[in-house]
């Protein structure tokens, strides 16, 4: 099977990713039957839907066509093939009730792993299951392209398209997207995904399977701390510093070769969801920096830097969105410029470059807190960043 070439990559990358982990979950170095193998890709549907299941994870609902069409009594596709049962009212719900509904499928031999990955014609990804076959959720579907023949994000007056998959294609791409899904927040899905995965099981089985899990387990450290975290894709440093923390916090490590991933910030927009924006993320050279420069603050004895070490850097970055949504200090830039001036410092291993931010930086934050221009808690949290110790620290750390 030869991948398709769609538009934006979003839901090949997608698509990659579950189909990647289940091979390396369930279908490595194994010569098996076909009943096996829809065996142990049921177990890792069941095991990861379970897990997942029992966290707090919100989306937005889903309504109008895509709603009827998965779910209206007389004609809904995903009442025909899983037979019913208590319906999600939220898209990473539904990508729940698929990966379950396709694992007792795929037990009772009603659909065939391989022969749905080997049913991939077009836009239609496996075969038609009790007559029918699925369209691809809209905050896919319509993120990766509008229309057919479509420049990706260039709607066009052609015929309308429709992404179509069986029951075994749907499984992957639910899996994938929640492994990847790094959260629903501020009215916009923020999807991962490793870049550069193969579609099919013959090129996942030609890579190092410990480079491979390497990778998976990052991006799903990644998407789950970025659920917690929050992290606003207002600009590349922003967002990178925010995750970089979460990581260095978390006391887990991400191997480099986990990185790049692709975030996609998925938004609706004109009814119609819409990659908003995308990023390139490498959070390695940020994360080694930050565990150096926590190593370095837990030798001080400043009360709020032991409680919290990061925590006055977290407040920099908070008033780099202000300045980003124009309600900075006195309507200047001041805290973003730092923090991209930090970024490039960091990534760069340029320590003159931190230095020369540093001080330009606290000379405006002493204006700053004398004026009284920040909240009193802000600016509680930023004597301790300004002090001595904690300026050593950021330095040594990059040294």
Do not use: C
């Not at 091979?23 to 069941?46: H, I, P, S, T, W």
């Not at 639910?174 to 629903?184: C, E, H, R």
């Not at 510093?241 to 979460?246: E, F, L, N, S, Y």
């Amino acid at each position: 099977m030869s991948a398709p070439v769609l538009t934006s990559g979003l839901l090949t990358e997608v698509m990659a990713q579950g189909l990647a982990y289940i091979y390396l979950q369930g279908l490595v170095d194994a010569q098996l039957e076909e009943k096996e193998v829809n065996e142990r890709v049921a177990d890792v549907l069941e095991r990861k839907a379970e897990e997942l299941s029992g966290e707090d994870i919100t989306s937005s609902a889903v309504t109008g066509h895509f709603k009827d069409h998965y779910f209206s009594p007389d004609d809904g596709v995903l009442v025909k093939w899983y037979g019913g049962g208590e319906q999600p009212t939220e898209y990473a719900r539904l990508m729940l009730y698929v990966m379950e509904g396709t694992a007792r499928l795929l037990r009772q031999d009603q659909v065939s792993f391989l022969r749905s990955l080997g049913s991939v014609e077009g836009l239609s990804f496996g075969e038609p299951f009790r007559g029918k076959l699925a369209i691809v959720p809209a905050i896919l579907k319509q993120a990766e392209f509008y229309e057919k023949q479509t420049v990706f994000m260039s709607p066009t007056s052609g015929p309308e398209a429709d992404l179509l998959v069986d029951p075994v294609w749907f499984a992957i791409l639910a899996l994938g997207f929640m492994l990847g899904f790094g959260g629903y927040y501020d009215g916009a899905y923020h999807v991962f995904t490793k870049p550069g995965l193969p579609l099919t099981l013959e090129g996942l089985s030609s890579l190092h399977t410990p480079t491979l899990s390497r990778m998976l387990e990052g991006l799903e450290l990644v998407s789950k701390l970025s659920r917690d975290v929050r992290p606003s894709p207002a600009s590349e440093e922003v967002f990178s510093i925010q995750m970089a923390m979460g990581v260095a916090e978390s006391g887990r490590s991400v191997s480099p070769e986990a990185f790049p991933l692709n975030l996609y910030v998925v938004e609706f927009v004109a009814n119609t969801y819409t990659v908003t924006r995308s990023l390139s993320v490498d959070l390695e050279p940020l994360v080694a920096y930050l565990n150096s420069y926590l190593g370095e603050l837990r030798k001080l004895t400043l009360e709020v830097v032991r409680e919290e070490p990061l925590e006055p850097l977290k407040v920099i970055v908070r008033h780099a969105v202000e300045d980003l949504t124009g309600r900075g200090v006195s309507g200047e830039p001041v805290f973003y410029l730092f923090v991209k001036d930090f970024y490039r410092a960091v990534v760069s291993r340029n320590a003159a470059l931190l230095e020369d931010a540093l001080l330009r930086f606290l000379r405006r934050l002493d204006v700053a807190i004398r004026n009284r221009e920040l909240r009193a808690e802000a600016a509680q949290r930023l004597m301790a960043f300004r002090s001595e110790q904690n300026v050593q620290a950021m330095l040594k750390a990059i040294a």
